[in-house]
């Protein structure tokens, strides 16, 4: 099944997008896609916040064909 992502901030370069379709398994959830397609340890993946479809949402939701996928790391600074 097709998804899209659209990755913000440190997270982009890994793909050398800010935007991607991926290919993942019927039964994908987020916190799958997110070890699995994008390679982010556990520790990193606390730390990023998701939407799907435009709202927030937890690691285990399940994704269907489609869907979206939006990341965001948050960045400190002054």
Do not use: K
């Amino acid at each position: 099944m097709r998804i899209h992502v659209t990755i913000n901030g440190p997270l982009r370069h890994p793909f050398g997008a800010s935007a991607v379709t991926l290919e993942v398994p019927a039964a994908a959830t987020i916190h799958g896609v997110l070890r699995a397609q994008v390679q982010l340890a556990d520790a990193e993946i606390r730390q990023v916040v998701v939407l799907h479809n435009g709202a927030h949402a937890a690691l285990h939701t399940p994704l269907c064909e489609d869907d979206r996928v939006d990341l965001y790391l948050p960045v400190g600074g002054g």
